[in-house]
């Protein structure tokens, strides 16, 4: 166990429509990674959050926002689904955001995201 | 472009059969090289963190070394709860962003 949880664990929906994807850091981390996980794609990287201020964005569409609350949550929001974004949804925590040190990436067990 | 190639993209082994695999990588300014391991269905595990060239790390069966270029993850006399995907990723000089390869499945048999 990472100490990091997401919910939920599966979401199934339809195109068109819109979801939330909660994560939860573990205790003392500050940053918060999102990334996507595809069999053609492998892992990669959507945005990452630093104490309630966006940091980092990847290959993140505009379909897709994110934020990190002040009790350092934060949800993933999919909007306008489509067949495309079925994946595994993983956040990930670390203490701080750059330098050498205690700045490895715990993840979560992952949202599975299914779009019918 | 930042690049992480793994090899071999699949690899079976016997019970206590040693064998390696490879991390190849092109970043500018590595600031971190890491392994994870994944099992199906799951959130990847944090195994090593590597920082500099002539580095090695070792937990259990598992043994990482780090080069300007590569990475190896040695297995010694494996066993089938070692049957995995590990994944090899690199984190640049700026940003905490990690960039992963496609992965090498493990499958041990006993």
């Known amino acids: 166990d990472s100490g990091v949880t997401q919910t939920p664990k599966h979401l199934i929906t339809a195109t068109g429509q819109r979801v939330t994807l909660r994560c939860s850091p573990r205790?003392?981390?500050?940053?918060v990674y999102w990334y996507q996980q595809s069999l053609d794609q492998g892992l990669q990287f959507l945005i990452q959050y630093y104490n309630g201020e966006e940091r980092a964005k990847g290959n993140i569409l505009e379909r897709f926002s994110a934020q990190q609350f002040p009790d350092l949550h934060s949800e993933l929001n999919l909007s306008s689904l489509e067949l495309g974004d079925s994946a595994l949804y993983f956040c990930a925590s670390s203490v701080g955001t750059s330098g050498t040190g205690g700045n490895e990436q715990f993840f979560g067990p992952g949202t599975r995201l299914t779009v019918l | 472009e930042d690049q992480v190639t793994q090899s071999p993209e699949a690899l079976r082994l016997q019970e206590g059969e040693s064998s390696s695999l490879n991390c190849s990588y092109t970043?500018?300014?590595?600031?971190?090289l890491f392994w994870y391991r994944q099992d199906p269905g799951k959130g990847p595990e944090f195994l090593f963190t590597?920082?500099?060239a002539g580095e090695e790390k070792e937990k259990e069966r598992l043994k990482a070394t780090l080069t300007k270029k590569e990475s190896f993850l040695h297995i010694t006399a494996p066993k089938p709860e070692d049957s995995a995907t590990y994944l090899c990723?690199?984190?640049?000089?700026?940003?905490?962003?990690?960039?992963f390869g496609q992965g090498t499945e493990l499958s041990v048999k006993p």
């Open positions: 990723a690199v984190r640049r000089n700026q940003g905490g962003k990690l960039i």
């Open positions: 970043v500018s300014g590595l600031r971190g």
């Open positions: 590597l920082y500099s």
């Open positions: 205790s003392g981390d500050l940053s």
